[in-house]
Each structure stands twice: as C-alpha cells, then as structure tokens.
C-alpha cells in the first residue's frame, strides 16, 4: 500500500450511510499539486490539508521567488521569523534592483541592492541556500557603486549562492568585460548556464562595431549554455572570437549551446568569428533576429 493521506468520505452508494475511509497514494497526490504549479491560491489551501502535502505545495508556492527593492525587506523579516522554512523551498532568486516609483504605498521601505545582500547573508542559513540554483539580476548597474561597495557585493554573491548553476543579467550595467568575465562569472564555481543583456558602459561608443577586446582568461570552462540578448551581444562574441587567438586558453572553451536574440546584420561577421572560436564544443546555435518575439533560427552541430 502506498503512502498517502487519510479522509472520511461520504459513500451515497453504501447502504449503511457509513463514513468510509480511503487513502489516496501520495504519487498522484503530487501529479494534482503539479498540475497546480500556477494557481498560487489553491496551492495554498493545499498546504492545509495534511502535513503530506506540504512539502510539494511549498516546492511550488515558493520555488521561484521574484523580489523588488519594495518587497525585499518583507522577505527579510519573513526569514528572520522564528518559525519560517520557505528557504528550503527556494529553488529560483529574481531581484529586479530597479527603484522606480510605483511602490510607495507598502508598509515597508525601500532596500537597495547592496543593503539587502548584506541583510540576507545576516538572516540565511547556508545550508538551506544550498538549494537555489538559479539567480536572476534584473536593472542593476554595478557602476553606480563605489568600486570597494562592487567588489563587497560579488564576494557576498559569491559567498551565499555557491551552488548556482544558471545565471540571468537583465539590464545589467558593468564597465567592461573584464568585470563581466573575470568578476561576476567567476565568482560562481557551478555555473552552467548564462543569461545575459548587459550594457558595457566602457564600449557604449562600439555598441555594434566593438573594439578588440583581449583578456588574460577565456570564459570559465564549465560554462555550457549562453543566450545573448541585444545589449551587449556584440561584444560578448567578440570577446569568445578573439578567445582563440589566446592559444593558452583555447582549452576552456567548452560552450556546448550559444543563443543569440535580437541580432542583427551588423552583428554576423561576430557571430561568425564566435562560432568559429567554438568550433570543437558547440552543438547548436540558434539566432533570432526579433527583440521580443522568440522565433528561432536553429543550427545543429554534429
């Protein structure tokens, strides 16, 4: 007999009116709470039912969490809370750092990026941030922070997210590649998958004729997916192209998928010298050459 939950039911087909107890096995418990991973109110009720059904609701409710500079500091006391166990069920971080206005009327005040880093590595237990795997910064520019503030900030990433195994830039302003590369991809040891929109500040003059862009380090070498968005795709394909010509690093160019969004002409003599550089790895590549729309042109590599 499976697992499950015990209810008493209403069975109008036996004779004695009896209230007749059943279980319900655990397996297709969990296909009903999954084919609810969208309905965040029924999701809820669920977690009322029995203590067998937590853990799956919770999976759902909290596995990707979106955050704002309004709602951060919300989340922060939420944590702090005695009996609070949703880190464990984090499984994906979303912090849109943009400070627009539209949010004033919360009870709470806004926190800025670095102030809730600095907070959360306060609050967290380290082994239950173990779980989150994937990170997503969204309106962030690092150039706007002192260089010493930068620098904290990419240690404490580093420091509470070990375990990330996929990142997402979404207007994300650095100064250069360098930073990008040297700085922010590094400071993730497990990372597989990269994301990025990025805006060079250092190359804004190049947006798509970028300069020679040259580094001591090719791209660390367990890094197997890219999807490039407009912003800054240029010179990211100009940096993996030129990668080759750095005979010392030929080796940890190991990118085994690169997408492209939001291409354009000027941008495929790039594309080129890129999927040239990645020759010995890639085995698709898939370009679009709409900004919004998501329609692919696929190429696979055997």
């Known amino acids: ?27 297709l418990v969990e296909l009903i ?22 853990a799956r609701t919770r999976h759902w409710l909290f596995g990707t969490v979106h955050l704002d500079c309004w709602c951060s500091r919300a989340f922060i006391h939420l ?17 849109d750092c943009s400070t627009s206005p539209g949010h004033t009327t ?13 907070a959360f590595q306060r609050v967290t237990d380290l082994r239950a941030i173990r779980s989150i795997q994937s990170l997503r910064l969204s309106n962030l520019d690092l150039t706007s922070y002192p260089l010493e503030i930068q620098s904290r900030m990419t240690s404490t990433l580093a420091c509470l997210f ?15 590649m360098r930073q990008l590369n040297s700085t922010v991809l590094r400071a993730f040891p497990c990372l597989g998958r990269l994301e990025a929109r990025v805006k060079f500040l250092k190359y804004l003059e190049h947006t798509t004729v ?4 040259s580094g001591e380090d090719s791209l660390p070498a367990g890094l197997k997916e890219i999807e490039l968005g407009h912003d800054g795709m240029a010179t990211v394909l100009c940096y993996i192209a030129n990668a080759r010509s750095r005979s010392h690093c030929q080796d940890g160019l190991n990118v085994h998928h690169l997408s492209l969004k939001g291409c354009t002409l000027e941008m495929l003599p790039y594309v080129s010298g890129a999927v ?15 900004s919004e729309k998501v329609q692919y042109y696929d190429c696979n590599f055997l």
């Open 79 to 95: 944590l702090l809370h005695p009996s609070s166990t949703i880190l464990y069920h984090i499984h994906r971080l979303h912090i």
């Open 106 to 118: 919360l009870d709470y005040p806004i926190l800025f990026f670095d102030s809730f880093l600095s």
């Open 210 to 213: 970028p300069v020679a862009i």
């Open 33 to 54: 709470i999954e084919h609810l991973f969208d309905d965040t109110k029924t999701l809820a009720t669920c977690s009322l039912v029995c203590s067998a059904w937590v």
């Open 276 to 290: 040239h550089a990645l020759s010995a790895s890639l085995k698709t590549l898939r370009i679009s050459f709409f």
């Open 1 to 27: 007999m499976h697992s499950g939950c015990h209810y008493k039911i209403s069975q109008n087909y036996c004779q004695d009116q009896d209230m007749a107890s059943i279980v319900i096995p655990l397996e």
């Open 162 to 176: 070990p375990e990330i195994t996929s990142l997402g830039l979404d207007q994300v302003v650095l100064h250069d």
